[in-house]
């Protein structure tokens, strides 16, 4: 069973991954309108992968006992500048993610809920992944600057994107189940 502490900790990351994937979401519709399809394809995975982190949290919620918890949520900004306006903001999410994510290990290790630590851990390292992915694509920009036939190039780029379900092996998240 999940402490209180946990469990409210677990239910807000929930609902901080459902809004990262409507922030996605949002970002994937301004990149579409501009004509950058590929861009719009990179952030539609990436909403797609945040979702799949919000089911895989509630599944744990409620296989360790618990009750997930689902208030509303907020509605992310629409407003973007241009391409690297975009990467900007999704750094600064990301960055934001994973102090939150840090925060739910060091609350695991605080209550020795070895279980839960060993879950989070998963997001911790996974953090360390998309931060410098977005890292990486905010140092192209910067090469890049306006030159539009670069911008269209790494357009093509990001449109190799595609969504692989990061638990396979997990029935409930769409995978296959394991014996």
């Not at 998963?122 to 030159?147: A, C, F, G, P, T």
Request: hydrophobic share 45%; no cysteine.
């Amino acid at each position: 069973m999940l402490s209180e502490s946990i469990t409210n900790a677990l239910n807000s990351q929930i609902n901080a991954e459902i809004y990262s994937s409507y922030f996605y979401f949002a970002m994937s519709a301004y990149t579409e309108s501009i004509s950058l399809k590929g861009a719009a394809n990179w952030l539609y995975v990436q909403a797609q992968e945040e979702m799949t982190h919000a089911i895989h949290m509630y599944q744990y919620v409620l296989d360790r006992g618990a009750a997930p918890s689902l208030p509303a949520i907020q509605a992310p900004d629409a407003e973007f500048s241009d391409l690297g306006d975009v990467f900007n903001k999704v750094l600064a999410h990301e960055q934001m993610v994973t102090e939150r994510i840090n925060n739910i290990a060091t609350l695991a290790m605080q209550e020795n809920d070895h279980a839960t630590y060993q879950f989070i851990m998963w997001y911790v390292n996974e953090q360390v992944e998309e931060e410098s992915n977005v890292s990486e694509l905010l140092s192209k920009l910067k090469m890049i600057d306006n030159n539009r036939g670069l911008i269209l190039n790494l357009d093509q780029e990001l449109a190799a994107r595609v969504f692989a379900n990061p638990f396979p092996n997990d029935a409930k998240l769409g995978g296959r189940a394991t014996a």
